[in-house]
């Protein structure tokens, strides 16, 4: 049976060019029993979604941008029970940042300490044949001892029904005034270069307020290979128009190992953003202080 698909300008043009009444003209086969393919649906049928990336919903907002300022390293797969908690080292700290801000605009501020933001996280495995996989997975021992931790299961986005990550995966935002460790900050986007960004550098954004996701209380369940993908949202804009909550902009972290218990190389120091957002309040976050961190282990 033919696919009797229609566009919508062809029958566009046959409305604006009818054939004459004297012209006869031989029926076309699939004039009968027709329909019209819904709008979009092609692009479902030779939709091919991309290696190691969720299904992405379109960004509503183009002036939100995440930025993850702090990016995790490394953890040790903690038990299946809470009391074995493990947390992610460093905590991923995610930075909200909009474009052509101005930090003189009381707006802008206003924009930064909404508290209706919020940011989840996803945790998604890393496959040894990902572009995102570390050179050494290529060795056979390294992909044994990946089968190993993972249960010799190959992991792909339809297994994340598994609880994997547990531990606070929605995080409201932690506003400051100023942000604590100036020479790491980045500028936020422009749509017109600014010289002065190149000119000044760290300086320029010295006293500038800034909004972050602090993830201090993430722990993966089995070792492996990971990203964390994070997503901005408003949930205010469900209350303000009874649609559906969109995703604002999202960010994926590097790629992170996670260690079974032997291996786990330790805690790493406390970064000066981290030490500095718990003196401004943030108490959530445990740190350690040069010269502490490492893993100290009993003997």
């Known amino acids: ?104 605009s009381q707006e802008d501020r206003d924009l930064l300490q909404d508290p209706r933001f919020t940011v989840g996280c996803l945790l998604f495995p890393v496959s040894p044949s990902s572009p995102w996989a570390e050179p050494t997975d290529t060795d056979p021992q390294r992909e044994r001892d990946h089968e190993r931790d993972t249960g010799g299961i190959a992991r792909t986005d339809d297994d994340l029904s598994t609880p994997l990550l547990s531990g606070k995966a929605f995080m409201s935002p932690f506003y400051v005034n100023a942000d604590p460790d100036p020479n790491s900050a980045p500028a936020h986007p422009s749509s017109i270069p600014d010289p002065s960004v190149h000119i000044f550098g760290a300086a320029s954004r010295l006293h500038h307020p800034a909004t972050f996701f602090i993830f201090a209380d993430l722990s993966i369940r089995s070792a492996g ?13 469900v209350e303000d128009t009874g649609q559906s909550m969109p995703i604002l902009a999202e960010a ?26 718990k003196e401004l309040g943030f108490v959530e976050l445990k740190t350690r202080g040069h010269g502490k961190g490492k893993g100290k282990k009993r003997r």
Not at 51 to 59: E, G, I, K, L, T
Not at 225 to 237: A, D, I, P
Request: glycine fraction near 4%; hydrophobic fraction near 30%.
């Open 252 to 277: 994926w972290s590097d790629p992170f190992r996670v260690y079974p218990a032997k291996d786990f190389p330790g805690m790493r120091d406390s970064s000066i953003l981290a030490e500095g957002l």
């Open 225 to 237: 290979l990971y990203r964390l993908q994070f997503r901005l949202m408003n949930w205010g804009s």
């Open 1 to 104: 049976m033919p696919s009797p698909v229609w566009s919508d300008k062809s029958a566009g043009l046959q409305a604006l060019n009818p054939t004459p009444p004297t012209i006869k003209q031989e029926p076309k086969p699939q004039s009968r029993n027709t329909y019209r393919m819904p709008h979009g649906f092609d692009k479902l049928l030779h939709h091919s979604p991309e290696p190691d990336s969720p299904p992405r919903r379109p960004s509503t907002q183009s002036r939100y941008h995440l930025h993850v300022r702090q990016q995790p390293v490394a953890a040790r797969a903690c038990g299946a029970g809470d009391r074995d908690r493990r947390p992610v080292d460093p905590p991923p700290i995610v930075q909200i940042l909009l474009t052509d801000f101005d930090p003189n």
